[in-house]
């Protein structure tokens, strides 16, 4: 085999004119149902391991693969394939490949949000609690980890950034935080916006 063929192999791991002719049958099969008033069919055994092999591969992707619930995000974007599968439109797209990764990478980024919104309950829980500041000589002897470059142990144990940890501040708190000057109008108004944009 040559190196454009192996290349190209490697690249087209999921066959899409095999999958999309199978999602074309499948949804015949799903309108059949739907109009005799009978339950969604089960999807094919290879619609399925598509579904399995897209979300393999994208969780293995650079900005995916070092999550340490990556399982759990393949696990969702199958899911959601599942849930959403009746939804492919033969008649207005022709690339099944591509409307599955998509959906798999959303449900990948809601997982990722919603399990950095339990660590900054965590976070939140660590810093109410830890009022003789222990956490950090617990984390030195327990875990073995030198905690002394850290400005903020907790943040850095359960893996959060400044940018997460703002991200999840109350509003209230975040106008207080305006007032004494510690963050600017743009930050404030960025924060503001973006939250509007997710409540939609």
Known sequence: MSKKKKKQSANHYVDNVRFFKEMCEWKKLVIEASEMDEPRPP???YIGSCFVEIAERLSHRPNFMNYEYREEMVGDGIENCLMYAHNFNPDKSKNPFSYFTQIIYYAFLRRIQKEKKQMYVKYKLIEEIDKEHLFP??????EGVDTTESSNVAADYLKLTNADIDKFIPKKEKLKRLKNGGI???????????EDSTDK
């Open 184 to 194: 600017t109008l743009d930050a404030f108004l960025e924060d503001d916006k973006s």
């Open 43 to 45: 999807i094919t055994e």
């Open 137 to 142: 000589r617990w984390v030195e002897d327990e």
